[in-house]
């Protein structure tokens, strides 16, 4: 059990001030640093657009030049989603059984609660009856149309879960309904689970999960400037017109309701209609980008980055990794103060709008990808960071050498005496394969437009239903999710070892031949990989390709420009249907949203004309071949030496 919130100090004490000395920099009985943070981060709201964003901004700013980080602002003008007008009823008859009205006004001072909604629902008002759709994906509306009910007209009513809100929007929307309503099941993270808040850590009845349903999965960021940079304030940039923008986002009317509403209208029958308002305001709006930098000896950098923006408080999501990001700072500042210095500069990035759909990041991206190609070592991602003391890490291959080297020097806050390498380690004593990261948070842009190699991780475990709810706050957090707070002094201390020796290590932090036999196991698993009983890519296929990973491996150990390996695999022209995304590898999937899909066109290339596959393949191939010999021409000419500047 957790233990109440006013023992939280003195078990931190007893348990592990001695191991933290110097680190926390906390005395006996005093307030952990990282508990101050996150206090004083999450007093206000920080909706993107709203004025509790641009104080967060600030906040983050005067943190980060304590710390003698150079601070800059990065203004952008973008395409928000903000909710003005909310109205959800329930009418059997004439018995009105609930009724919700809910008024927001982002130009507030201060900025207000956020209500519950959908960011980027189409606008307007129906009133229809209701279809229980199950979780809302293809296989159910194939379910419903064999039992010969269909949903043109209708409002459907979705669970949360199984893939990205915004495909759930999406479908039900090419199914003709009128709206959908999106709620969490109880027994996934609600009464079902256990004590709800604030007596547990699950969601109450009245609580909703927010969130973007706006196409991750097509393009991320302002969806006014697809693949290129939105401007600063000021500045007249290029913007797709009204038609065109429009024709990118939903036409649906969506939005979140609570599990007590969801029961009402499943209890109520056949006869009872919802009656749905809602009036949502599409507009530009100015967002802040925050980025700290502490110089290195050459170009090069590598980037630690979190939003910073919230849909209410967010203290885990993303306040734990902002917390743990500026603590960091603090670490890395004791280092440089001890005589350490970068040899890759070191930014860290406090990214505005993610919430709307990984708008800052992606916007900042596209505006630095030049500098990115040539001098980008790294991003390492961090988002709801803390819900727990279990570590867990994924993203791009290429890094083993130097997460042996780190993890083994960060102590794991659940064993005395052992460390996150232990932690990390599966049973076999191996260390685990890195997860690949499809789409959900700001390492998009670098890992699927811009081919940076990403790592993204998290201490979890005691999460409860705070998702994207108004109790996402400072007290789920300190009484449920990181009471003692060393999940968080254990993030940043994570943190800070992976920059320090990634700065350390330049280029040659980065192992390409690791990279390319993860590739060659990537697809050779492919290959094998079956659909409806059949090998949809087959070993045949999956050889050709692995093979020229194979060939790669040898001649990229030890290469200098092996740190390009993952911009070497794009595909200029991008996947089909979302040029945005060019790593013909692996890409969020179409039908999932979150989860990573191997080789997405080649899964397409399968279930289309003969010969499809054979040419996709083909162009793999091609790429790879051209990458070799230029690989080879390098290493020939002498510049297979490890010279990093
Ligand atoms: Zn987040």
């Excluded at 806050?413 to 700001?442: F, I, M, V």
């Amino acid at each position: 059990m957790t233990p109440p919130i006013r023992n939280a100090f003195r078990l931190l004490s007893a348990l592990s001030i001695a191991g933290w000395v110097g680190l926390a920099r906390a005395g006996d009985g005093e307030e952990p640093i990282c508990r101050r943070l996150s206090r004083e981060l999450t007093s206000h709201t920080r909706l993107a657009g709203t004025v509790g964003s641009e104080s967060g901004a600030r906040w983050v700013a005067e943190r980060l030049s304590e710390c003698g980080f150079e601070v800059e602002l990065d203004r952008r003008v973008v395409l928000l989603s903000h909710p003005r007008f909310l109205h959800v009823s329930l009418r059997s008859g004439d018995e009105e059984l609930f009724a919700r009205t809910q008024t927001f006004d982002p130009r507030a001072i201060p900025a207000g609660d956020v209500p519950i909604y959908s960011a980027w629902s189409h606008s307007g008002r129906t009133t229809a009856r209701v279809v229980d759709v199950g979780r809302g994906l293809q296989a159910d509306y194939a379910r419903l149309a064999r039992a010969g009910v269909g949903v043109a007209g209708r409002v459907v009513l979705a669970r949360y879960g199984g893939a990205y809100r915004g495909i759930k929007a999406k479908l039900a929307q090419a199914h003709g309904a009128a709206a959908i309503l999106l709620f969490s099941d109880p027994e996934e993270d609600g009464a079902g689970k256990g004590e709800v808040y604030p007596k547990g850590r699950f969601k109450p009845g009245w609580a909703a999960q927010r969130g973007s349903i706006s196409s991750l999965t097509v393009a991320p960021g302002d969806v006014t400037t697809p693949g290129w940079a939105s401007p600063p304030p000021g500045v007249q940039g290029r913007r797709l017109s009204a038609e065109e923008t429009a024709a990118r986002l939903p036409g649906i009317l969506c939005t979140p309701i609570g599990a007590d509403e969801a029961g009402a209208i499943l209890d109520a029958g056949e006869d009872a209609r919802v009656h749905i308002e809602l009036e949502l305001e599409r507009k530009l709006f100015e967002i802040v980008n925050v980025l700290g930098r502490l110089p290195g000896t050459g170009e090069d950098f590598v980037i630690a980055g979190n939003h910073r923006d919230a849909w209410v408080r967010g203290a885990q999501d993303a306040g734990s990794g902002t917390v743990s990001l500026l603590r960091a700072a603090q670490l890395l500042r004791a280092r440089v103060d001890d005589g350490w210095q970068p040899r890759a500069a070191i930014v860290l990035a406090f990214w505005d709008a993610e919430e709307f759909g990984l708008i800052g990041s992606t916007e900042w991206g596209e505006a630095h990808a030049e500098r990115l190609r040539e001098h980008g070592l790294c991003y390492i991602n961090a988002d709801s960071t803390v819900s727990g003391l279990n570590f867990g890490i994924g993203g791009s291959a290429g890094f083993q050498g130097v997460l042996n080297e780190v993890l083994k020097r960060v102590p794991d806050p659940k064993s005395s005496g052992g460390n996150l390498w232990q932690a990390w380690q599966s049973e076999d004593g191996k260390p685990k394969e890195l997860r690949l990261l499809g789409s959900g948070s700001d390492f998009t842009v670098f890992v699927h437009h811009l081919g940076l190699p990403a790592l993204n991780f998290s201490f979890h475990g005691n999460a409860g239903g705070q998702y994207h709810t108004s109790f996402d706050d400072f007290l789920q957090m300190d009484r449920f999710l990181d009471p003692t707070w060393q999940g968080h002094e254990t993030a940043a201390r994570f943190v800070c070892e992976l920059l320090l020796e990634m700065s350390t290590r330049g280029r040659s932090g980065f192992d390409g031949a690791e990279a390319a036999a993860f590739m060659a196991r990537l697809v050779r698993r492919a290959g094998l990989e079956e659909l409806d009983g059949e090998p949809w890519l087959g070993s045949l296929h999956a050889e050709r390709i692995a093979v020229q990973f194979d060939a790669l491996q040898g001649r990229l150990k030890g290469l200098e420009t092996a740190y390009r390996f993952y911009q070497e695999l794009l595909q200029p022209r991008g996947l089909q249907g979302r040029p945005w995304y060019r790593n013909p590898y692996w890409a969020p999937g179409i039908e999932s949203g979150y989860a990573a899909e191997t080789l997405p066109d080649l899964r397409r290339a399968a279930r289309g004309e003969k010969g499809e596959l054979d040419s996709g393949v083909q162009t793999l191939v091609d790429a790879l071949e051209a990458y070799r010999s230029t690989v080879s021409e390098a290493a020939g000419a002498g510049t297979g030496e490890t010279t990093t500047r």
